[in-house]
């Protein structure tokens, strides 16, 4: 799969499905449809045991797919599924236990940077990206705009990527891409109708094809 490098790419939030096989088939035909730059399972309240169950199963098709396989939730699960890394939800004092722990082995990203103190804070730590949104902050068609203006100012002027969490609306990545932001992270926007989901992935590499500002080299 080629990589779009020079340009804003797509990060898939793994939906929250109790059942690990249903859950895995949705994601696997998801990233049928074209570039994922990265997935990120989050825990969503689950039991280490199932957790692991449903890791498991995601790991693999993501690795295979030529994505990041990063786990939002018990750090020992992605050492016993040989996830590529860590999403940390908390704030700078959790980035920086897990950077210190594990950036020689992991991914390690994420933060709830709200603002640009808290964003500055993360970045000190020195993680892989910073994230603006919630893992389940997709609740309007556009993306949050607090975000947006956090990713814009972000970008301008610290190195480390940043993810921003889009809206339910495919178009609303475009908006992330013109921020400058690295990476744009879909959940329902890709998951709400499952059957539509490999298509809804091949219409945002296209959009982002066509239209998002590149990168310098």
């Known amino acids: 799969m080629s990589e779009p490098e020079n340009r804003c790419r797509l990060v898939l939030i793994v939906p929250d499905i109790a059942d690990a096989d249903e859950q895995a088939k949705i994601v696997g035909d998801a990233l049928k449809g074209g570039d994922v730059a990265s997935i990120i399972l989050p825990q969503y309240g689950l039991g280490d045991g199932e957790f692991q ?33 860590l999403h940390i ?27 640009r103190h808290h964003a500055l804070e993360i970045g000190e730590e020195r993680p892989e990206y910073v994230f603006f949104g919630k ?39 475009l908006a992330v891409a013109e921020s400058g932001a690295e990476f744009v992270a879909m959940r329902l926007a ?12 091949a219409e945002i590499n296209a959009l982002l094809d066509e239209k998002a500002p590149r990168f310098e080299g």
């Open 190 to 201: 890709v998951f709400g109708e499952p059957a539509r989901a490999a298509l809804v992935v």
């Open 89 to 115: 939800t908390g704030g700078a004092a959790e980035i920086s236990e897990a950077v210190e722990k594990y950036a020689d082995k992991l991914i390690v990203g994420g933060g709830n940077a709200a603002d």
């Open 135 to 173: 893992l389940e902050g997709d609740i309007k068609p556009e993306a949050h705009p607090k975000n947006l203006a956090l990713a814009e100012w972000w970008a301008s002027m610290i190195e480390i990527p940043c993810i921003v969490m889009g809206g339910t609306d495919p178009a609303s990545a």
């Open 53 to 85: 169950k449903h890791a498991e199963k995601i790991v693999p098709l993501a690795q295979n797919a030529g994505a990041a396989a990063l786990l939002a939730g018990d750090s020992r699960i992605v050492g016993r599924t040989k996830a590529d890394g």
